[in-house]
């Protein structure tokens, strides 16, 4: 099997693999509990071509955008479920997800369409970055990421 279609088979089955920024040759897998252990032994195997092949996907991402959602509340959920805290702190790690998802597809909403590629880029980008911080048990780093991210998000608008 071709990395490619490595990687293509798992996003098929809603499982997305990316170079972990904290620790160089490692992979991240959300959710890692969709893999199989012939998965788990085909990653390991080619690990080495799959960084490089992700390493490229990540310089020039596509626009892609599954979900109705510009944040990926589903991986901001299973990462808080990974890293549980108490219910309540649960609860509103995620609510506060949900606010900035929802906030931040009304100001895509009214962006023009050229800026619609970089803003869902973003919203990308600061998902994946909650995500690492929320595994990393840094709750303050992902409330902030998330908001800071309609103003960023905003800045995008036309003068």
Not at 42 to 58: G, M, N, Q, S, Y
Request: aromatic letters at 4%.
């Amino acid at each position: 099997m071709s990395v490619r279609a490595l990687v293509e088979s798992l996003a098929r089955r809603g499982i997305e693999l990316w170079p972990d920024p904290n620790s160089c040759g490692a992979i991240m897998v959300r959710p890692s509990s969709r893999l199989t252990d012939d998965d788990r032994q085909t990653i390991r195997v080619h690990k080495t071509a799959l960084l490089a092949a992700l390493a490229e996907r990540d310089r020039d991402p596509e626009p892609a955008f599954p979900s109705p959602w510009p944040l990926d509340l589903v991986a901001i959920a299973d990462a808080i479920a990974h890293e549980p805290r108490g219910p309540f702190e649960n609860d509103l790690a995620l609510s506060r997800a949900a606010r900035t998802a929802v906030e931040a597809e009304r100001i895509i909403r009214a962006l023009p369409a050229a800026a619609c590629r970089e803003a869902l880029s973003l919203c990308g980008a600061v998902s994946r970055d909650a995500v690492t911080a929320i595994c990393a048990r840094n709750y303050r780093a992902s409330y902030d990421l998330l908001d800071n991210l309609p103003q960023r998000l905003k800045a995008l608008r036309p003068q």
